[in-house]
């Protein structure tokens, strides 16, 4: 009795593993699944780092910060040369990655920022105009508080 005990213990313990791994396998699945729902076609541009203070966003091109909106309408003083964090929201094929540039009409230097991407402190200085543009003019400078118009492209 003690031996049939034992391996229908042994059965049982199996019979349980074979349970989790299926669980575990759909537990890794979850956070891509999860990243694709919070993509929402937007870019974003916050006045402060970490999404603090006031923000505008956008679905298509921008040729001129000074004017931009938020969910609740204009907002003032546009975000031209103001913004300490972006965000690229948005949904992946196509017009997905950002160029923002150092002047208006996406003129100047600029840097891109891919699909998915966010720069969460541009006070820290790391990110910088990396592309010489149409005549280099911001190239190199911080992107902090510089920014005056972005694009959507095809890729970075």
């Given amino acids: 009795m003690r031996k ?3 391996v229908l213990s042994g059965l049982a313990l199996v019979g349980l593993a074979g349970l989790v791994q299926p669980i575990a396998a759909q537990a890794t699945a979850a956070p891509a699944a999860s990243a694709a729902l919070m993509a929402d076609g937007f870019f974003y541009a916050a006045e402060n780092p970490n999404g603090q203070g006031k923000y505008c966003r956008w679905l298509g091109n921008d040729g001129d910060w000074s004017n931009c909106s938020d969910p609740s309408g204009a907002v003032p003083g546009g975000m031209q040369n103001q913004a300490s964090q972006m965000f690229n929201s948005g949904v992946p094929g196509g017009y997905d990655d950002v160029n923002v540039y150092y002047n208006k009409n996406y ?4 840097r891109c920022l891919a699909v998915g ?3 969460d402190n541009l006070t820290l200085g790391w990110e ?3 592309h010489w543009g149409t005549n280099g003019q911001g190239y190199g400078k ?3 508080d510089d920014v005056a118009s972005h694009k959507w492209v095809t890729s970075c």
């Fill in 128 to 130: 910088t105009f990396d």
């Fill in 107 to 110: 003129d100047g230097a600029y």
């Fill in 117 to 119: 991407n966010h720069w």
């Fill in 142 to 144: 911080s992107i902090n």
């Fill in 4 to 6: 049939i005990r034992i």
